[in-house]
């Protein structure tokens, strides 16, 4: 990454530098082209006023110094005077560019190689008065000198230029990339003030999900760690009764005491695993669920029906309050909903106490409530009671046989269908556990 944005900073360092350059230089020569013209202009209106006899006496200093060379040519283009050949062995000029131009606008230029001196020069000719025309002419050499003069100059400069951008390049992308390398080391400890404005959103969702899959994992590992426990209780049960039966080592009386009790261990595993199963099951983010319309009423009635056996048993009294509420729910889920809010509130109950579940409709939403006058949960411990394998009394949920997931799927089938779920609960008044829908 950062090689990449080096060579990009760098590309575009050196094409703005040759550009800049090209752009100089173009600019350079056409200001020094005009600057030429316009003192060969100046140098001709001065000659054009001395008649060709008098320039090799009025002209005192040799013209070659300057680079300079003057040429007077008549009306019909035969050479008067020049000041670097003979004119006695000069042809015509009324074919050279310049001097056609000056006969037919008045002044004419040109830039070309000499057909007398065979070097590459620059023409200005001024028409006289009299038809006859006056031509100063400067030789490119020494320009082209300055030319590359200052090429080299602007050579030497656009590579200090370069040099420069290719530090600065390196600290700058340094500096872009510092953020993202910390946060490659270690997400959490990246402080948002310490990076750019821009990055500050990504950084917090990157921290945010980072933080999620660490709790995640967490949990999954906690899980992993209660399953396992949780599963070897009864397993170990369910083989020391065993063995001890495969002994022989136990009478007619034992054997079937160990039998029920392998029995009841076996419930419980299988309990156990259908709750692993389901929230499993809840868990799965592309768990595609099917609505229909159910009555809440309807499921109450069933379920007081299915555990009036097991709240007679507890010497607990199990009653159903309300009427008719129909809404839009997955019938199955509903179903396991309310049975694990019933069989918590029989199981942690007191003898002779009682259950009650409502039904109803609140601000035109269907609303469940199971309220029971049982043991009760501490104020401090009411926000874990949903986490996976949290019991309150663990004592006596063994001994009743919970598994410590039965709110938890509770939770997960409230939010699989959209409603809220809040508790009130008192040590040794009750708890009531209301779902609006």
């Known amino acids: 990454m950062k090689k990449k944005i080096n060579i990009g900073f760098m ?15 173009f600019l350079f020569y056409q200001i020094l082209e005009e600057q030429i013209f316009d003192d060969l202009k100046a140098n001709a209106h001065v000659v054009s ?37 003979d004119v006695s062995s000069m042809e015509n000029h009324k074919e050279r560019p310049e001097i056609a131009e000056a006969m037919k606008n008045g002044e004419g230029k040109s830039i070309r190689v000499s057909s007398t001196s065979s070097k590459h020069t620059f023409y200005y000719a001024l028409r006289k008065e009299d038809g006859s025309v006056v031509r100063v002419a400067k030789e490119s ?12 100059l602007i050579l030497a400069v656009g590579l200090m230029v370069f040099l420069m951008c290719v530090f600065y390049s390196y600290r700058l992308t340094r500096r872009l990339m510092a953020p993202i390398e910390k946060m490659a080391d270690n997400i959490v400890l990246v402080d948002e003030t310490e990076v750019y404005e821009e990055m500050q959103p990504f950084i917090s969702m990157i921290k945010k999900q980072h933080m999620d899959i660490l709790n995640h994992a967490q949990m ?29 080592m136990t009478g007619g ?5 160990f039998a029920n009790e392998i029995h009841k261990s076996a419930e419980r595993l299988q309990s156990l695993i259908n709750d692993i199963i389901k929230l499993s099951e809840l868990d799965d983010s592309d768990l595609k669920l099917e609505f229909e ?48 809010l019933c069989s918590n509130a029989v199981r942690y109950n007191k003898k002779g106490g009682s259950v009650t579940i409502v039904t109803a409709i609140e601000n035109t939403r269907p609303v469940l409530i199971v309220k029971d006058t049982g043991i009760g949960i501490p104020k401090e411990q009411q926000e874990r009671v949903f ?51």
Do not use: W
């Open 141 to 152: 050499g020494s320009i082209y000198h300055l030319v590359s003069t200052m090429s080299g």
């Open 49 to 85: 006023v001395i008649s060709p006899d008098q320039l090799s006496k009025d002209i005192t200093y040799s013209l070659e110094t300057d680079g300079l060379r003057i040429t007077c040519v008549d009306e019909n283009g035969d050479v008067e005077y020049d000041s670097m050949e």
């Open 11 to 25: 590309l575009i360092a050196a094409i703005a530098i040759v550009v800049t350059a090209v752009c100089s230089m």
């Open 387 to 437: 986490e996976r394998f949290y019991r309150v009394d663990k004592s006596r949920s063994k001994s009743t046989g919970g598994t410590g997931l039965g709110l938890a799927i509770v939770k997960h089938i409230v939010a699989q269908h959209d409603a809220q779920i809040s508790m009130t609960s008192e040590v040794g008044v009750g708890t009531e556990i209301k779902v609006v829908f």
């Open 293 to 340: 319309t159910v009555d809440l009423h309807e499921l109450g009635e069933q379920c007081v029906s299915s555990m009036q056996m097991q709240a007679e048993k507890n010497e607990v009294t199990l009653q159903l309050e309300g009427t008719s509420v129909p809404m839009s729910g997955n019938k199955t889920l509903l179903e396991e909903l309310l049975f694990n």
């Open 220 to 248: 999954r590992q906690e899980f992993t760690a209660n399953v396992s426990h949780e599963l070897k209780t009864p397993l170990t049960a369910i083989s020391g009764y065993a063995e001890l039966i495969a002994s022989g």
């Open 253 to 257: 009386e034992d054997t079937v005491h």
